[in-house]
């Protein structure tokens, strides 16, 4: 019993020293624990003695354990979902193999603080045109899911630039309940107008413009005498036929008004213009 009373005390002595020199080893690494709390996603969590809980530190292995690894599947390479408003109206594309495809363009609205919205280049094919030609129009709230690609452009000043396209293979209409208003725009088209109907009226006034370059004397150059806003620019003498002025004509239009103003200023007899191709 002698030595029972002896060695309590020391033992009582040794646990007080263990538990001292924990607490100063603690706090001579706080500023490393500090450091590692700055790559922490969530909350430290607090060790729970409670056995129903499970181990704290087997949790937190499980929170930070590394990606799981995936097989790579070329359906998923660069696919890409998006939800917009349809900006344009679908316009059929040209096939030599008669296939049938139409795009358009999507106007994703920016986030809070962001420069500008994106505008993606929209492409589909077969039943997929079918289907969106016949029961989408421009401003309708989509969502969209393709592969996501690349192209490149002049822009007005000359300069190659790069948009954004994507081939599509999923459309959903989006529901609007609850959308500000600015997230609605007013509508620039006929709703009842098909892409097929959009496209051809498009073909045949650039190919009136043509017409237009061939002879612009037999037009009337209305442009700085307009009696209304909404009046044309150019009306055809003989056949009334009339002619507009776009933003986003193509660049060969300005061109050829360019060339035709210059003729004009030196009194050119050369009444025909080279029509330049669409």
């Known amino acids: 019993m002698g030595t029972v009373r002896f060695l309590l005390p020391k033992f009582k ?39 129903d809980c499970g181990s704290s530190i087997y949790k937190r292995a499980l929170k930070y354990q590394r990606p799981v690894t995936v097989q790579y599947d070329a359906k998923l390479h660069n696919s890409v979902s998006l939800i917009g408003t349809i900006d344009l109206p679908f316009k059929q594309i040209n096939t030599t193999n008669g296939t049938f495809g139409v795009h358009t363009a999507l106007n994703v609205k920016a986030a809070s603080g962001s420069y500008r919205d994106l505008k993606v280049l929209l492409i589909l094919w077969s039943e997929m045109a079918e289907i969106s030609v016949q029961h989408l129009k421009p401003n309708d709230l989509i969502y969209v899911s393709g592969y996501l690609g690349s192209y490149t452009k002049l822009d007005e000043y000359g300069r190659s630039i790069c948009r954004h396209k994507v081939k599509v293979k999923e459309i959903n209409f989006v529901a609007q309940d609850g959308l500000t208003p600015a997230c609605k725009k007013s509508n620039k088209f ?31 150059d209305i442009r700085k005498s307009k009696p209304r806003p909404n009046f044309p620019d150019f009306k055809h003498k003989d056949t009334g036929e009339a002619l507009w002025l776009r933003d986003n004509d193509p660049p060969w239009i300005k061109q050829q008004l360019q060339l035709y103003e210059s003729r004009l200023r030196v009194g050119s007899p050369e009444n025909t213009l080279v029509p330049m191709g669409l």
């Open 13 to 51: 002595n040794a646990a007080l020293s263990t538990s001292r020199l924990l607490r100063d080893i603690r706090q001579f690494s706080s500023s490393s624990a500090l450091i590692r709390r700055v790559w922490t996603l969530f909350p430290e969590e607090t060790e729970s003695e409670d056995p």
């Open 190 to 220: 006929e709703s009842g107008d098909s892409a097929v109907d959009h496209a051809q009226k498009n073909r045949d006034r650039l190919h009136l413009w043509q017409v237009f370059f061939v002879n612009p004397y037999e037009w009337r």
